[in-house]
C-alpha cells in the first residue's frame, strides 16, 4: 500500500495552452515537449485506514487550498480506478534548485500518478497514468515518460483519447541540450492556469494560435528525427513568440516578458549571428530556457550570463518517470 516515484520536469517546444475542458484538464491543441533531466520530484504515496482523511506534505509543508485539492482530485481517481475506499498519505520532494526557473508541477504530477497508482496496487500503464497526471495538471501529462513526448489533444468528451505518448526516448539524441536562464527570481504574477483561460476568452487571435500549433507537432517531429537544430530552434522560437503574442492580444493584455527576457533573447539572436547554435523557447514566465548542443553548452551559458542571467540550470534529456524502492517516509 505504499510506494515511491520519481519524475522529471519538460519543457515544451510547442506549447500547450488553452483549454477546452477546464474540469477535466483537455486542451484545444496537442503539444510536445522534452523530459528534462537531472531535475526530478520524488513522492511517496501510503494508503492508510478507510475514511482517514488525507495528508499532503510537499517539499517539508502541509498543502492546503488549491495545491490540495488537486492532488485530492488524482487520489480519488486511483481510488476510483482501484475500488480502494482509503485515505492516503503523500510526501512529495522536489531537487529543483532555489528559482530553478522552472515549474515543478509538471513532475510533481507525474510523480504522484505513478507513485499512487502502485501504492493502490494496479499494474504499470502508461496511458492511465498520464491521464492521471493530467487531472492535476495539463503539462505533466508528457512527463510520464522521458525523452520527446506529444500530447495528443484527442476529441473525446470524457478525455479518455487525450494523453502524452513518447515519440523519442531520452537516447535518440543525446547532445540535446536545454539551459534555464534564470532571469527574475519573482513569482509570476498570472499563473498559467488563469493566464490561459483568460487568454482563451478574449484574445481574438486564439483560433490562429490553436491551428498553428496543431500544425507544428509534425514538423516538430520531423526535424527531430533527422535532428536538425536549426530548424528545430527556429519552430522553437516561433511556437513561443505565437503564444506569446496570442496572451498580448487579450483583453486587458497579459504579458509575461520583462526587460532581462528582452534583453536575453536579442543577446540569443546576435549568439547565433555569431555562429553559436542557440535558440530560446519561453513558458508563462520571464525565464528564457534556451536550446543547443553540448559542444555549445559553455559558450551559450556564458551568454546568458552576459545578457544578466542571474544564475542558469544545465539540462538533458531525462528518461521515464519510474518507481523507487526508498521512500520519503
Ligand atoms: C506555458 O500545465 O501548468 O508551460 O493544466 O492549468 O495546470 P494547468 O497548466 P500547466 O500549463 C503549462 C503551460 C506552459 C506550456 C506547456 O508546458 O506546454
Redesign the pocket.
Known amino acids: 500500500m505504499k510506494a515511491t516515484a520519481q519524475a522529471h520536469p519538460?519543457?515544451?517546444l510547442v506549447?500547450?495552452?488553452g483549454?477546452r475542458d477546464e474540469a477535466l484538464?483537455l486542451p484545444h491543441q496537442s503539444?510536445l515537449?522534452l523530459t528534462l533531466a537531472p531535475l526530478a520530484v520524488r513522492t511517496t504515496v501510503e494508503f492508510g485506514a478507510p475514511g482517514e482523511p488525507d495528508r499532503v506534505e510537499i517539499n517539508g509543508r502541509q498543502a492546503k487550498g488549491s495545491d490540495l485539492d488537486r492532488v485530492v482530485r488524482v487520489l480519488d481517481a486511483v481510488r476510483t480506478e482501484s475500488g480502494l475506499e482509503r485515505g492516503a498519505q503523500m510526501v512529495s520532494r522536489g531537487d529543483f534548485p532555489e528559482a530553478a526557473g522552472l515549474?515543478s508541477?509538471?513532475a510533481a504530477f507525474a510523480a504522484l500518478a505513478v507513485a499512487a497508482r502502485a501504492a493502490a496496487g494496479l499494474a504499470p500503464d502508461t496511458r492511465v497514468a498520464s491521464i492521471l497526471a493530467?487531472l492535476?495538471?495539463?503539462?505533466?501529462c508528457?512527463s510520464i515518460q522521458g525523452g520527446v513526448c506529444v500530447w495528443e489533444r484527442g476529441t473525446r468528451a470524457d478525455g479518455q483519447d487525450s494523453f502524452a505518448r513518447q515519440a523519442f526516448s531520452a537516447t535518440h539524441w543525446p547532445e540535446l541540450r536545454m539551459l534555464v536562464a534564470v532571469v527574475s527570481r519573482e513569482e509570476k504574477e498570472v499563473?498559467?492556469?488563469d493566464g490561459?483561460r483568460h487568454t482563451v476568452e478574449t484574445s481574438p487571435y486564439y483560433a490562429a494560435w490553436v491551428k498553428d500549433a496543431e500544425a507544428e507537432i509534425p514538423r516538430a517531429l520531423d526535424f527531430i528525427a533527422h535532428k536538425d537544430i536549426e530548424a528545430l530552434g527556429a519552430l522553437a522560437e516561433r511556437n513561443a513568440w505565437r503564444?506569446h503574442c496570442t496572451s498580448l492580444a487579450a483583453d486587458p493584455p497579459l504579458s509575461y516578458l520583462q526587460p532581462g527576457t528582452l534583453a536575453l533573447i536579442n543577446r540569443v539572436r546576435r549568439a547565433r549571428e555569431e555562429g553559436v547554435p542557440v535558440w530560446f523557447t519561453l513558458?508563462?514566465g520571464p525565464n528564457p530556457v534556451l536550446l543547443t548542443l553540448s559542444a555549445h553548452e559553455d559558450a551559450v551559458e556564458r551568454v546568458a550570463r552576459e545578457a544578466g542571467a542571474a544564475s542558469t540550470v544545465r539540462c538533458y534529456p531525462g528518461g521515464d518517470a519510474v518507481l523507487l524502492r526508498e521512500h520519503l517516509f
Request: hydrophobic share 35%; aromatic share 8%.
Open positions: 519538460n519543457i515544451a506549447k500547450y495552452w483549454k484538464i503539444s515537449s515549474a508541477s509538471a493530467r492535476g495538471s495539463g503539462s505533466a508528457r499563473k498559467s492556469r490561459m503564444m513558458d508563462a
